[in-house]
């Protein structure tokens, strides 16, 4: 039975990782993180029952969810406004929504036919994709007025730089949910290995280099994960600083530029991979490594070293635990470049945002952003995480939970749409309460605080996008995937069909296709201020 | 679909009225019958033409067709003014040049052979086996293919390895294998597809005719070439036409999942170039004008080669 349970577990990892390869640039949904990154950190303040709506009569309201999934939780549900934990927390707040969970890409049509709910829930910030251009086109309705007035604890709780993600011409649209702290990739190692080979973790790049062919003499098939077009597969190019993504641009001489400008830099980044490549220490057919390849591999013990979500850890512990016994698993700091840096892009400060249709009367939107507040109350906590007391979980006398945690699909798919889906307004970098329940858990929360604490790559990223950006789809950037033209040259580059002291070429050939445009526009705009956001700690 | 009332008309340009009509009083039943067919194409396939407008417009949803602002021709000078449009043009030439050449025989003479199996059991495994591949998705057949075609796991390089002594080759990192990756594998998937056509063509042949070829003295070679292929080519050529009609349409998903970096300066075309700007980035004046440019040259090209196959063999769509 257990073998069974499993069995299953390993499908709906799987099944999970492919939805979440198919999503090209949703933060959110990369391996396993949306369902258990969720909830604040801290235990914000707030009285509980009274931030809920006031009125007598249930708060009644339409909402859509989006969702990357064909086959997740909500899509087998029949009727979703009478879905177990909806109904709880109907009853919970006085509320009656009528939710809908809808492809993200799907959202245009649902906009271009005029059918919007009376909260749109979107991925991201106010110029992601899905919201085609929502909410500059006045679909929403501007929230500072009423959240100044009555929702104290998201005024006080959400960092300045996720409401300025969700300000357009001085008015805030979208209530977020926030990630309090940047940094949420790490380099995950197979500590077995190093014992084996003797080695200490490796520190700096030359360290790396040494550890990873240690680990090719002992017959490891990819001493270091790679994968196409460097998503999730970049530890080389955040120790040299060059990540070629949307919100890694930096002042240069008075100029705002991506980071990859930086030749000098980018040449050794780019040498150090290809002498990577070379030595085969990462495989040769990375090119077309797919996500669901490069998981097969880390999750069946194949690969050394790699770079993830430190969310993931649980995943990989419990897989690994299976496919490769004595297996053991660790988040070390990542390795530093020449000038100390290392690590990975920091994230936007947004993952999810509310937003409320100008068409719904003051009142009801009143009731709406209270029951947004709510979110941030212990009873809100506990409720998305554990449930219900007494059916999912219970209490000790001295305030221990007892939850059981989701073993199958069906439950872990239960949890993500409880804890993840339905949890607005709230900090998504981890969940605390549910991680404290086990030691992998802690393990995560541990290297939260003293391995991701203190590395990362901080950079100027732009709310809404850069118009330019629009204009030239080959040079733009998605939040961890380089611009197309930049792409292409760093693979030809590492496969040695191209000179790697071309690179200052690459960037002329980057200006003169439409890149001056971008560069002046993002000088421009930083120059004014207008919609930047500093992505930093 | 042409109207059966045109010969009348044409012969008694003044008659009356009464005898104008008389077809249709006539035939009452059988023209009220085509009425739901004409309101279908209609309305969805000549309504949605309109949309086409967009083409010419900066098209916003919030705006919709009504309100969106006119732009004339910027769509498609944009389009001509891209750097790597004429790359991708002439790659979306060739590989539709490659497939014409290349794959569009292959259903003809693999409908030949099966034609020519004698053993009955044989002859629907070996149709349902090469049916089997055109019911896979792309994603699958692609999935299949990367794999097969891997310089680390992948079969083909371990044949090359262990049997040619050969180092293993990249197939999908070079520029120049995509093209025939790029048909050979839609060669794989639909040409046992292709078949059916052929093959129920070449059932609705005469067999008195081969008889008569064998009573002349003609081997099974000689009764392909004189009997069998002159009487499958109406059909051959209304096929050929249509083929030519979706010359640029290649297709995006069978592309799409062989794509990278590696192989994307002769693979990349316009249906992929489409997905990129349109799909991910939401313009869809653009996209549209993309799309209308193809379809006028498609429509072009149907239109020439008719007129060519009328001429050479007689047989045309109109």
Not at chain 1, 112 to 132: H, Q, R, T, Y
Request: some cysteine; glycine content about 8%.
């Amino acid at each position: 039975m257990k073998k069974r349970m499993s069995a299953i577990l390993a499908v709906s990892v799987m099944a999970s990782a492919v939805a979440a390869g198919c999503s090209s640039n949703d933060n959110n949904a990369e391996g396993k993180e949306s369902q258990a990154a969720n909830s604040p950190s801290g235990s914000p303040s707030g009285s509980a029952a009274s931030a809920t709506p006031s009125a007598d009569k249930p708060l009644k309201f339409s909402i859509s969810y989006p969702t990357t999934l064909n086959d997740g939780y909500a899509q087998r549900q029949s009727d979703l406004s009478k879905e177990k934990w909806v109904q709880a927390l109907n009853k919970l707040t006085n509320t009656e929504q009528i939710p809908t969970s809808i492809q993200v890409d799907n959202m245009p049509v649902m906009f271009a036919g005029n059918d919007i709910p009376d909260v749109v829930v979107a991925n991201n910030g106010i110029s992601d994709k899905s919201l085609a251009g929502a909410v500059q086109a006045g679909v929403f309705m501007p929230l500072e007025d009423l959240l100044k007035q009555y929702a104290p604890d998201l005024m006080k709780n959400v960092p300045q730089s996720a409401w300025d993600l969700e300000t357009y011409k001085g008015h805030i649209y979208g209530v977020p949910d926030y990630l309090s702290n940047p940094n949420r990739r790490a380099t995950f190692i197979r500590t077995d290995l190093l014992e084996k080979a003797g080695l200490p973790a490796p520190k700096t790049v030359d360290d790396f280099l040494n550890v990873l062919r240690a680990f090719k003499k002992l017959g490891v098939e990819n001493p270091y994960q790679m994968r196409a077009d460097f998503k999730y597969a970049d530890v080389i190019l955040g120790a040299y600083d060059v990540l070629p993504y949307k919100d890694q641009f930096e002042v240069v001489d008075g100029q705002v530029v991506p980071k990859f400008f930086d030749a000098d830099n980018m040449e050794k980044a780019l040498t150090t991979m290809k002498t990577m490549f070379d030595e085969g220490l990462i495989a040769k057919d990375f090119a077309t490594v797919d996500v669901n390849k490069y998981f097969q591999n880390i999750r069946g013990g194949s690969a050394g070293v790699w770079s993830q979500n430190a969310i993931s850890m649980p995943d990989f512990v419990t897989n690994l635990d299976k496919s490769t016994p004595g297996s053991k698993v660790d988040i070390i700091p990542s390795p530093v470049g020449p000038e100390g840096k290392g690590g990975y892009f920091f994230y936007a400060p947004v993952t999810r945002a509310a937003y409320i249709n100008k068409k719904v009367d003051p009142d009801k939107a009143i009731d709406i952003i209270k029951y947004l507040n709510w979110m941030q109350s212990d009873e809100a906590n506990y409720f998305f995480t554990f449930g219900t007391e007494g059916d999912t979980y219970t209490k000790d006398a001295d305030g221990k939970v007892n939850y059981k945690i989701p073993e199958t699909k069906e439950e872990i798919d239960e949890e993500g749409w409880r804890g993840g889906t339905l949890f607005l307004a709230h900090d998504g970098t981890m969940n605390r309460l549910r991680l404290d329940l086990d030691d992998t858990g802690k393990y995560v929360e541990n290297s939260f605080d003293t391995v991701l604490a203190n590395e990362g790559l901080p950079g100027i990223g732009f709310y809404p996008d850069l118009s330019a950006f629009s204009k030239y789809p080959d040079l733009t950037p998605q939040t961890d995937v380089g611009p197309k033209l930049i792409v292409d040259h760093m693979v030809k580059m590492v496969y040695g069909k191209e000179p790697i002291s071309n690179w200052p070429k690459v960037i002329e050939e980057y200006k003169s296709k439409g890149g001056d445009e971008i560069v002046k526009e993002a000088t421009e705009r930083y120059n004014n201020k207008d919609g930047v956001v500093d992505i930093e700690r | 679909m042409a109207s059966s009332t045109a010969p009348a008309q044409a012969f008694r340009p003044h008659a009356d009225k009464p005898r104008k009509l008389a077809p249709i009083r006539k035939h009452g039943v059988l023209y009220l019958l085509s009425i739901p067919g004409i309101v279908y194409f209609l309305i969805f396939k000549y309504v949605p033409l309109f949309g086409s407008v967009i083409a010419f417009q900066n098209y916003s949803i919030f705006s919709g067709i009504w309100h969106s602002p006119w732009v004339g021709l910027d769509q498609f000078r944009r389009m001509f003014d891209y750097e790597d449009f004429t790359r991708i043009l002439s790659n979306t030439i060739l590989i539709g040049l490659y497939d014409l050449v290349f794959a569009f025989p292959v259903p003809i003479v693999l409908a030949l052979l099966i034609n020519e199996l004698r053993l009955l059991p044989y002859k629907r495994i070996v149709q349902t086996a090469v049916y089997l591949p055109h019911f896979l998705s792309w994603v699958i057949v692609g999935g299949i293919i990367i794999n097969f075609l891997s310089p680390t796991t992948g079969v083909v390089n371990h044949v090359l390895e262990q049997v040619f002594g050969i180092d293993a080759v990249y197939f999908l990192g070079d520029n120049s294998y995509i093209r025939t990756i790029l048909i050979g594998s839609g060669i794989w998937k639909d040409s046992g597809w292709g078949t059916i056509i052929y093959l129920a063509a070449i059932v609705g042949i005469n067999p008195d005719l081969y008889e008569a070829a064998q009573m002349d003295g003609a081997g099974r070679l000689r009764q392909v070439w004189s009997v069998t292929l002159p009487a499958i080519l109406p059909t051959i050529a209304i096929l050929f036409l249509l083929h030519i009609g979706r010359f640029l349409d290649f297709g995006f998903e069978r592309v799409f999942i062989f794509l990278n970096p590696l192989n994307s300066d002769n693979g990349d075309i316009i249906d992929t170039f489409v997905y990129r700007t349109g799909l991910i980035d939401q313009q869809y004046s653009y996209t549209t004008a993309i799309g209308l440019f193809k379809s006028v040259v498609g429509l072009l090209l149907v239109v020439i080669s008719n007129a060519l196959t009328r001429k050479t063999t007689g047989e045309s769509l109109y």
